[in-house]
């Protein structure tokens, strides 16, 4: 079946360290996303990629780095320059005409 | 961009239908309305889209006004499954094939027995 995966579903990070995020589409959509979302709250857009090779910085940017080498994959580093990186992480694909859809996300917390 | 406004939460009996609201006041000619559902600790999950014609799916079905200053989204027979938080977000036209969608906080629904 098509879909999105996210690993790990779960991640600890000791603090002053950088860990990635991974997400493999195998919808073969261009467009690909990630969201940060706390507790309670909405999502908010880290970064989208267009296309391979192209990315763009999303509303909280700060302290995240993506990269876009393949067209089914958009890993999601999480550096140490982000204060406050506890929260829960979803990747998301989309086509042209159609939504998005989402992977079952990962919660990274800050150990 | 076109923002949107929710109730914060609803409740609806098991089997009665959910009528969820949104307006959308600010929506431009060319924005698409959208809803997801988020089912606890998952991820967010495509419901239905339109531009300004009504529309039905397996799920559910979206009723846009004729100003499309709102909109509301119907589960005709809700069942305890239903219990989510419904997002209704308004598509931001984008270039090339990339289209930002900005998600608000939602409608908290509890489907009771």
């Known amino acids: 079946d098509g879909g999105i995966t996210q690993s790990p579903k779960y991640l600890f990070r000791k603090e002053g360290q950088n860990v990635t995020l991974s997400c493999e589409q195998n919808l073969n959509h261009d467009a690909m996303y990630w969201y940060r979302q706390d507790p309670g709250q909405g999502l908010r857009l880290i970064y989208y990629s267009q296309i391979v090779n192209d990315f763009q910085k999303g509303d909280i940017a700060e302290g995240y780095s993506v990269s876009r080498e393949k067209k089914e994959s958009f890993p999601l580093t999480v550096t140490s320059a982000q204060k406050n990186p506890t929260a829960f992480y979803l990747c998301a694909s989309s086509e042209l005409t159609y939504g998005y859809t989402f992977g079952s996300g990962t919660r990274l917390t800050v150990v | 961009d076109a923002k949107t406004t929710q109730p914060t939460s609803m409740d609806c009996a098991e089997g009665r239908a959910a009528n969820l609201p949104c307006n959308h006041s600010?929506?431009?000619?060319?924005?698409?309305v959208y809803w997801y559902r988020q089912i606890h600790s998952q991820g967010p999950q495509y419901i239905i889209h339109g531009l300004k014609n009504n529309e039905t799916n397996e799920m559910a079905s979206l009723i846009i006004t004729e100003d499309r200053k709102s909109s509301t989204l119907i589960l005709p027979h809700a069942t305890l499954r239903d219990t989510a938080v419904y997002y209704c977000i308004v598509r931001v036209p984008h270039t090339g094939t990339a289209s930002k969608l900005t998600f608000g906080t939602g409608t908290r629904l509890q489907v009771t027995l």
């Open positions: 600010t929506i431009s000619g060319n924005e698409y």
